[in-house]
């Protein structure tokens, strides 16, 4: 079973602060990585995609991969209340066109 | 902005009733995608859908589901006996392209199956 973990948290971070949200999957032939964003009740948002190895950054977002060591990690900086969420990280196995989610990571920003 | 619209947005039904859940996809999309997600759990794929055939379907889209597109712009799942645990939130998504992981989601469509 091919898998996709994340920390359910909550992680609690300060308002201003940085927030680290890490996820590892376990089909190395995996190619391509995606950050969703889920308010409560609400739907996935794609926050991020990455597909190489190493940094990307949007705005106050930084997705990270490491295919070798078959982990994927987001950075959000300067965190605001309004990043409260849970983030989910998604994999897309190769050949196929299902996205497998993680559990998800509950994010809290204290004001 | 362009969105994809879902209906209806909370439906209840008696187990062993048939249901459909319609979607409008984004309309100059081209992939069209039901996921799942019971409260509390993950998200999951059901079925993907591209040139008015399924393209994938995960082993939760047994005989009972069915995806079908009856005009240009609706893209409907049909579950067709229901049963307690088909109760959960359902995702219908787009995409533009064939990078299948960049999908917008609807607001999704809760099912509560009695």
Same mark, same amino acid.
């Given at each position: 079973?091919?898998?996709?973990?994340?920390?359910?948290?909550?992680?609690?971070?300060?308002?201003?602060?940085?927030?680290?949200?890490?996820?590892?999957?376990?089909?190395?032939?995996?190619?391509?990585?995606?950050?969703?964003?889920?308010?409560?009740?609400?739907?996935?948002?794609?926050?991020?995609?990455?597909?190489?190895?190493?940094?990307?950054?949007?705005?106050?977002?930084?997705?990270?991969?490491?295919?070798?060591?078959?982990?994927?990690?987001?950075?959000?900086?300067?965190?605001?209340?309004?990043?409260?969420?849970?983030?989910?990280?998604?994999?897309?196995?190769?050949?196929?066109?299902?996205?497998?989610?993680?559990?998800?990571?509950?994010?809290?920003?204290?004001? | 902005?362009?969105?994809?619209?879902?209906?209806?947005?909370?439906?209840?039904?008696?187990?062993?009733?048939?249901?459909?859940?319609?979607?409008?996809?984004?309309?100059?999309?081209?992939?069209?995608?039901?996921?799942?997600?019971?409260?509390?759990?993950?998200?999951?794929?059901?079925?993907?859908?591209?040139?008015?055939?399924?393209?994938?379907?995960?082993?939760? #889209?047994?005989?009972?589901?069915?995806?079908?597109?009856?005009?240009?712009?609706? =893209?409907?799942?049909?579950? @067709?006996? &229901?049963? +307690?645990?088909?109760?959960?939130?359902? #995702?219908?998504?787009?995409?533009?392209?064939?990078?299948?992981?960049?999908?917008? =989601?609807?607001?999704?469509? @809760?099912? &509560?199956? +009695?």
């Amino acid at each position: 079973q091919k898998e996709v973990e994340q920390n359910s948290g909550p992680l609690s971070v300060p308002e201003g602060a940085i927030a680290s949200l890490n996820c590892t999957y376990s089909d190395r032939g995996s190619q391509s990585f995606f950050w969703y964003r889920q308010y409560s009740g609400k739907s996935p948002e794609l926050i991020m995609s990455i597909y190489s190895n190493g940094d990307k950054e949007d705005g106050r977002f930084t997705a990270q991969l490491n295919k070798a060591s078959q982990y994927v990690s987001l950075l959000i900086r300067d965190s605001q209340p309004s990043d409260s969420a849970t983030y989910l990280c998604a994999v897309n196995p190769p050949g196929r066109r299902a996205l497998t989610f993680g559990s998800g990571t509950r994010l809290q920003v204290q004001p | 902005e362009p969105e994809v619209t879902q209906t209806p947005s909370h439906q209840v039904t008696q187990m062993g009733q048939e249901v459909i859940l319609r979607c409008v996809p984004i309309s100059n999309h081209l992939y069209f995608y039901w996921y799942r997600q019971i409260l509390g759990q993950k998200v999951e794929f059901l079925v993907s859908f591209y040139n008015n055939e399924i393209s994938e379907k995960s082993e939760i #889209f047994d005989d009972q589901f069915s995806v079908e597109r009856p005009d240009g712009s609706n =893209f409907t799942l049909k579950i @067709r006996s &229901t049963k +307690l645990e088909d109760s959960a939130m359902y #995702f219908c998504a787009s995409s533009a392209t064939s990078v299948t992981g960049e999908l917008f =989601f609807g607001e999704g469509s @809760r099912l &509560t199956v +009695l």
